[in-house]
């Protein structure tokens, strides 16, 4: 959905008002000023959309081990973890989500992690590349991944993205955070192996409508 430049004429009180009620929401006069008007002419912006997905995530993981961070009119939402390893180190799950495609990725996967264990990290680094090595002998799309210091990364892709609605979305990129985290803490903890974890992506590959 493209933007143009367009003139209008409004009065110096509305405007102020305006500008007030866009900086509560966390965004600008003009975001605002189009939001306002998509909703009253029924049109989803990718604002809108991206809105709604997150607002459905959150309430997805409203009760349970992982806890998300939301807040409105933002593009990327935050979802908290913890591992049952000695100290509880937290997990924390960034997804962002772009306002076009670029091809078939329509946002981003960071995990970020902090520990001064190297027999932690070297366990974590081990279950990263066994997730990319899975899910390259299962996943129909390219995904691009990258680990770093502290961060592991991974393209969200998907077929005809635009086709599904924002709750069929939402509980996608839901249950693969769940699927991932779930994972990760049975590796850590030792209670499953990579072919076990392996066997459970395929399952839920055969039993998910939308892979991301």
């Known amino acids: 959905m493209g933007k143009s430049l367009y ?3 409004l009065s110096d009180e509305v405007v102020r008002k305006i500008d007030t009620l866009a900086h509560r929401s966390g965004t600008n006069r003009s975001n605002y000023i189009n939001s306002i008007l998509a909703e009253h002419a029924s049109v989803t912006t990718p604002e809108r959309r991206i809105n709604d997905i997150f607002g459905l995530i959150n ?3 409203g ?4 806890v998300p961070f939301y807040t409105p009119n933002q593009s990327s939402m935050s979802l908290k973890s913890c591992l049952e390893y000695k100290y509880r180190p937290t997990m924390k799950y960034e997804v962002e989500l772009y306002r076009s495609e670029v091809g078939k990725t329509v946002g981003q996967l ?7 264990s190297s027999e932690l ?3 974590l680094v081990e279950f990263f590349r066994m997730w990319v090595n899975v899910e390259r ?5 390219e995904h691009e991944y990258e680990l770093g210091e502290g961060k592991f990364s991974r393209s969200i892709s998907s077929e005809n993205v635009m086709n599904h ?3 069929e979305f939402a509980a996608a990129i839901s249950g693969y955070v769940k699927l991932f985290d779930n994972s990760l803490k049975s590796y850590i903890s030792g209670e499953k192996t990579s072919g076990e974890i392996g066997n459970d992506y395929s399952k839920y590959a055969r039993n998910t409508d939308i892979l991301i």
């Open 7 to 9: 003139s209008l004429i």
């Open 63 to 66: 009760d349970g081990d992982i």
């Open 110 to 116: 960071d995990v970020l992690f902090r520990t001064t």
């Open 137 to 141: 002998s299962i996943l129909p799309l």
């Open 165 to 167: 609605s924002s709750g």
């Open 121 to 123: 990290l070297n366990k």
């Open 59 to 61: 309430d997805f993981f």
